[in-house]
């Protein structure tokens, strides 16, 4: 049995998320049996999609028409139903994302196939396919069992530690045909994040709120975030007030971050941000308010003053490293 896993890119760059998909798949192949192939779209390097051996695939079909390097959903679900069928695949793996689930949706139509998103766990195969998802924002799980020959499941990101201690993985070319008609919506410009680390795609992500007290302050999260190589956020109250732009506001009305380890400064915790963040693997809550209620959902919780704990708190940070 082949396990086909479809990898998003970025720049040339495969998504950490994507590599979390593949060594999911690896150890699902491990408890199921069969192999694991990877599905690459658009101008990426031979050496990057060798080094996807190393999180678990044995090898990787790499489609490399230039238009698909953009994300241009019709096209990629063509093209990955096409590998599909070349595998003689039955299961597909992919990382839940923006532009995952759209490409998972129309699979499912074009494969006839049962998908489960927001999954967390490795499937249970001792009597039929069920599958653990994380519903209600993190509040919940269902467990849902698919009936149908061919599956798609979408991983959460973090719900599988990253492997990497496989070997190269074997690149081979693959042609599709793709007509116009699969390329009919044109994607003319991307406004994208910008910072030194995207918050979609950090592993270590730090917010602050309205307890910053004001954007003068914020140089503070700046020499934290650098230290850490973090991404920077905020809550809606203050992109809101201005002090920090729209793109940068973690939450449910704003961007749903899942990194191993999340750091909320002068945060309270309302239900809307924490629905944004319940996916984070460590939760750190600086705040000066004991009763915050962000600290019933933290791992770790410091009651302090910010502007004492994170200038502290980052020279040690720098001393370690």
């Not at 599905?39 to 080094?51: K, P």
């Not at 044109?186 to 030194?196: E, F, L, P, R």
């Not at 400064?265 to 809307?272: D, E, K, L, R, T």
């Amino acid at each position: 049995m082949s396990i086909l896993v479809y990898l998003e890119q970025s720049e040339g760059n495969i998504k950490k998320s994507s590599l979390e998909a593949v060594s999911y798949a690896k150890a699902f192949s491990e408890k199921a049996g069969g192999t694991v192939t990877a599905v690459a779209l658009g101008t990426i390097s031979q050496e990057i999609l060798a080094a996807v051996g190393s999180a678990g695939a044995e090898k990787v079909l790499h489609i490399a028409d230039d238009q698909l390097s953009e994300g241009t959903v019709q096209a990629h679900a063509r093209a990955v139903a096409s590998a599909f069928e070349k595998e003689g695949a039955k299961t597909l793996v992919l990382a839940k994302s923006s532009l995952g689930d759209a490409v998972a949706a129309r699979l499912a139509v074009i494969l006839n196939a049962g998908l489960v998103s927001n999954v967390v766990e490795l499937p249970d195969i001792a009597a039929g396919f069920k599958v653990r998802r994380s519903i209600y924002t993190g509040k919940a799980f269902a467990d849902t069992s698919l009936l149908t020959e061919n599956k798609i499941l979408s991983v959460k990101k973090n719900a599988v530690d990253l492997r990497v201690d496989g070997g190269e993985a074997t690149v081979e070319s693959f042609e599709v045909a793709l007509t116009e008609e699969d390329f009919r919506v044109k994607i003319k410009a991307t406004d994208k994040m910008s910072g030194d680390v995207l918050l979609t795609e950090a592993d270590i992500v730090v917010s602050g709120g309205r307890g910053m007290k004001g954007p003068e302050h914020w140089h503070l999260l700046e020499d934290l975030s650098k230290s850490l190589g973090a991404a920077l956020g905020c809550s809606k109250p203050v992109s809101d007030l201005g002090w920090r732009p729209h793109h940068e506001h973690v939450g449910q009305t704003g961007i749903k971050v899942s990194p191993s380890l999340y750091i909320a400064v002068g945060i309270s915790g309302a239900i809307q941000h924490l629905a944004g963040v319940n996916g984070s693997r460590v939760i750190v809550v600086i705040n000066n308010d004991p009763e915050a209620p962000f600290f019933k959902a933290a791992d770790y919780g410091i009651v302090g003053d910010a502007f004492d704990v994170l200038p502290k708190l980052t020279e040690a940070i720098k001393a370690i490293k």
